[in-house]
């Protein structure tokens, strides 16, 4: 008994090559770049009275395309378009500017910008590098640890030396802290804090010296040594599932050739 193969795509497959068609795809990215353009525009109380009406309608018009995107590809993957991360966070995002604006607060109107982020999405390149980022998280883990021992050290070594002297400044481990974060981001270090405390304290110096080549130079380097570790493991693992992907592909390319001269070989029985 033969049976016949039908090759022929299901309407799911039809919508997915749909969406993920590069012409497509490049129609979303200008959606989402011209609405961000808008959002920018909307910020202006001139424009928004001359053209507040026409903005809007652009507005929920983009908004429009971005929920029938989203809701085709709920359509055709089900419950599996919640196990992809990227798509999650597009429903979110998008989700986020349909609530309501009239329950109290602007910051939902404001978040509408949120949608410039599906961006990331859009464009492998930036999406590849904030999986890098994501995928650092666990190693800047560790130098974020390192940093905070060198950060209470020094703020409670400062917080005893230099407090009764300078309170607004070095007053409480708090005050400590935040004078330290100023000192590493090297923002008027020397004028408003180091110079006037080595005037009672003349051998300061040597404390922020030793503080700023340690918080500033080390401990960021080591910041981005891990992200550069980081995104080097993540371009290697996407050429290595590429290279994976087009074997896979070879191989039900092979398959289904098979498949069809096996039917056409059992039709030749057949007769």
């Given amino acids: 008994m033969s049976h016949s193969i039908d090759a022929s795509p299901t309407w799911r ?3 997915e090559y749909f969406i993920a068609h590069d012409k497509v795809q490049n129609v979303l990215i200008f959606l989402i770049l011209l609405n961000a353009i808008i959002l920018g525009f909307e910020t202006s109380p001139d424009i928004v009275q001359q053209y507040g009406h026409t903005l809007s309608l652009v507005d929920h018009g983009i908004l429009g395309i971005f929920i029938l995107e989203i809701g085709l590809l709920i359509a055709v993957r089900g419950l599996s378009y919640f196990k992809d991360p990227w798509c999650v966070f ?7 500017s349909l609530v309501p604006a009239n329950l109290g607060s602007s910051v939902f109107r404001s978040l509408r910008i949120l949608r410039m ?5 859009k464009v492998q390149s930036i999406k590849k590098v904030a999986a890098g980022l994501i995928t650092a998280i666990p190693g800047l883990g560790a130098v974020v640890g390192l940093m905070l021992i060198l950060y209470y050290v020094t703020a409670v070594f400062a917080t005893n030396e230099f407090g009764q002297s300078y309170p607004d400044l070095f007053g409480n481990i708090g005050l400590s802290f935040f004078t330290l974060f100023q000192i590493m981001t090297l923002d008027g270090w020397s004028d408003s804090v180091a110079r006037p405390v080595m005037q009672q304290f003349p051998y300061a110096w040597i404390f922020f010296i030793i503080f700023i080549l340690l ?4 401990v960021v380097n080591l910041f981005l040594a891990v992200i550069e ?3 080097i493991s993540e371009s290697e693992d996407n050429k290595l599932i590429k290279a994976l992907s087009e074997h896979v592909h070879t191989l039900e390319n092979k398959l289904n050739q098979q498949n069809l001269m096996l039917s056409e070989l059992k039709d030749l029985l057949k007769k």
């Fill in 229 to 231: 570790e980081s995104l």
């Fill in 13 to 15: 497959q039809k919508i």
């Fill in 215 to 218: 918080a500033t130079f080390i």
């Fill in 90 to 96: 597009d429903f979110l995002v998008v989700g986020v």
């Fill in 117 to 121: 982020l599906r961006f990331i999405n």
